[in-house]
């Protein structure tokens, strides 16, 4: 892991404004600035950087984060790839934790097999355009097919000399590892000797979302060639197949502003159609679908368009993983290309915009088209159709999200008219089938399910519109106070106290679930209090850098970006107008007073039910006594408070 005091350094450099405008072109706007989000298409900027609060928000697709997090999302890298991008971007040397010894000879291996990636990524290319063979083989070859130059180059693709063993002795010559060069599937020894194991095939390499070599897949020229069509690197410590999906590298940008993801099966495939200009596209190399995949593609967009061969083979390969993409919560569309044609012919066959127009004309709804599937396979046969009901209904129960019931109805209506079924029997199915699924689940992973279930029971539910409002207006005041310790926490309250022991005062320990319902905010102020206490500064930058990716992004959305004053504003009042910052004690007793009022009005509704259950006399003068005291101090609160400040 890397150290405290790395990140610290890191942390001190970083300058939000010349990171993002590095990536995006920005325009002063008052504090703030503006461009057009490189995340989402626009035309009107609506992409606004805080160097102050150091957070960018778009208000039109609403993404928003810090430095970190920008690099993130852009890059698609993890939190630790972020962190080593900025450190070499600010010349920071990364220290790392100890670590056991278990995990440091996996890091070393992953190490080695990087290295060793990257010197047979620079083996093949150099040999695919620099010697005789490479030339008169395999770049004839490639340009045979189509493929541009500029294109070949930009993916990295290379040629291993047809001889047997000239990689095996440069990388000998190199002094790797024998060890690691077999691990990595370039080499291979047989009868003592070390032999390429692609020797004579074009080499495709598979990068990662941040660029490194994986590994490789290796393709035979010759159509004579008896040999497996495709090799590929086997499985080790950074090269796991399942969860790699090729092409995303080059593709992740493309597909953030298209909000879709189209998905092949090979690697020229994916080579053709970005030649074309069709970039938004990755492989799945042939295989099932795995959920790491799926997921793979959700980091990107909620849509997935999967692209294969109209022949049954591919209709079979298309079909598999459809059940894991709706449980992943992905909208799937399926195109088939016609005429046994592949992607890579067809986009080369048509031209690149009849393919386009090609695949927006065809989209097919994957669940409606695997029914059509079922009932062409059935014909007229009736325990064939009772089954295909009990599939299409555990195929629609996959989607189980709350946020998806409507897509879920809307599949329920479509598919009982298909079927010339009652729509309320389809229904009932698929409900039971996802009570089925839930209580596997509970049984499977009873502990998960306790943590879920407790979860769920903090979130409030209102029956009513004026509930939902009161709901509503409570977590907003303590986002309030929440804003206000974060912001002035550390500012001067009075004598030598500060805004944060005042506000710790007011809210004591024992009470805190009274004063702050919302979890997540409750983990903010606590983990505030501890730093505080701790003789720690928790200032905005510790939450808004922290590698605890809920927390970071609850506080950046706690932080408002376009709060500046408007220039016609100052124009028409003169004088000084009063900022936050000034104004912060009133901001703070405001939402405090608030968070007291809603206390005592529980401590009221509570009293007024233990009176009414009241045995004697005595007992419901006593509750009467303290009703008299609670509303007392509900009136006084209520005068004080004013208009609560709701930001």
Same mark, same amino acid.
């Given at each position: ?139 004839? &070859? ?37 060890? &690691? ?47 497996? #069509? ?67 593609? #959700? ?106 019931? %409507? ?35 509970? %049984? ?125 504003? #100052? ?77």
């Amino acid at each position: 892991m890397i150290t405290q005091e790395t990140i610290q350094q890191i942390l001190s450099r970083i300058d939000i404004y010349e990171i993002v405008g590095s990536f995006v072109k920005l325009k002063k706007r008052g504090a703030n600035y503006l461009g057009l989000c490189p995340f989402h298409n626009e035309k009107s900027p609506s992409f606004t950087v805080s160097p102050t609060k150091e957070i960018y928000k778009c208000f039109g697709c609403g993404k928003s984060g810090n430095a970190i997090g920008f690099i993130m999302e852009l890059e698609k890298y993890s939190y630790v790839e972020a962190l080593k991008w900025l450190a070499n971007k600010y010349g920071v040397t990364i220290e790392e934790t100890e670590t056991s010894p278990e995990v440091k000879l996996i890091q070393q291996a992953a190490d080695s097999l990087y290295i060793i990636n990257n010197f047979a990524r620079d083996f093949f290319a150099n040999a695919l355009f620099e010697s005789e063979e490479g030339n008169d083989v395999a770049l004839s &070859y490639l340009k045979q097919r189509g493929f541009r130059e500029d294109v070949i180059r930009k993916f990295q693709l290379g040629y291993d000399p047809a001889s047997g063993n000239q990689f095996a002795q440069a990388a000998t010559a190199a002094q790797y590892s024998p060890e &690691y060069l077999q691990k990595s599937g370039l080499v291979v020894v047989r009868d003592g000797r070390a032999m390429d194991n692609y020797r004579g095939r074009i080499i495709f390499p598979v990068h990662n979302q941040s660029g490194k070599v994986l590994g490789f897949g290796a393709r035979v020229i010759k159509t004579n060639d008896k040999s497996p #069509k495709y090799i590929n690197t086997p499985e080790n410590e950074i090269y796991v197949k399942s969860k790699i999906l090729y092409g995303s590298y080059f593709a992740r940008t493309a597909i953030d502003k298209a909000d879709e993801c189209l998905l092949v099966e090979g690697y020229t495939d994916v080579v053709s159609l970005h030649q074309a200009g069709v970039e938004n596209v990755v492989a799945s190399g042939g295989t099932s679908l795995t959920p790491d995949q799926l997921r793979l593609v #959700k980091k990107y967009t909620n849509n997935l368009t999967i692209i294969y061969d109209g022949d049954s083979a591919g209709v079979k390969a298309a079909l598999r993983g459809l059940d894991l993409a709706l449980e992943e919560g992905l909208n799937v569309k399926l195109v088939l290309i016609p005429d046994k044609e592949d992607p890579d012919s067809y986009v080369n066959k048509v031209g690149a915009s009849a393919f386009i127009e090609f695949v927006k004309e065809q989209k097919k709804d994957f669940v409606l088209f695997q029914l059509g599937i079922a009932l062409q396979d059935a014909g007229n046969d009736s325990n064939k159709k009772s089954q295909i009901v009990n599939q299409v209904a555990e195929t629609i129960s996959k989607i189980n999200k709350t946020e998806e019931f %409507t897509r879920r109805q809307d599949y329920i209506k479509q598919v009982s008219e298909i079927l010339k079924i009652e729509e309320a029997g389809l229904n009932a199915l698929v409900n039971k089938f996802i009570r089925d699924k839930v209580t596997k689940d509970e %049984t499977r992973s009873f502990r998960n399910e306790q943590a879920a279930a407790e979860d769920a029971d903090t979130t409030v539910v209102p029956e009513t519109g004026d509930a939902e409002l009161l709901f509503q207006r409570d977590e907003l005041n303590e986002r309030a106070m929440l804003r206000s310790l974060l912001e002035f926490g550390l500012m001067k309250w009075e004598n030598a106290k500060t805004v944060a022991e005042y506000i710790f005062e007011q809210v004591p320990e024992d009470d805190l679930d009274t004063f702050i319902c919302n979890p997540a905010l409750r983990d903010i102020f606590t983990r505030y209090k501890t730093w505080y206490r701790e003789g720690l500064e928790p200032t905005i930058k510790n939450f808004l850098y922290n590698e605890d990716r809920e927390m970071n992004s609850l506080v950046i959305n706690l932080m408002e970006v376009n709060t500046e004053i408007s220039p016609n504003w #100052k124009q028409k009042f003169e004088g000084h107008i009063p900022t936050r910052e000034e104004l912060f004690k009133e901001e703070v007793i405001s939402t405090l007073k608030y968070l007291q009022l809603r206390k005592i009005k529980k401590l009221i509704d509570e009293n007024q039910r233990e009176m009414e259950q009241a045995g004697s006399s005595e007992d419901q003068m006593n509750f009467l006594a303290l009703h008299q005291m609670l509303k007392t101090m509900e009136i006084d609160l209520t005068k004080g408070l004013g208009t609560v400040i709701f930001k």
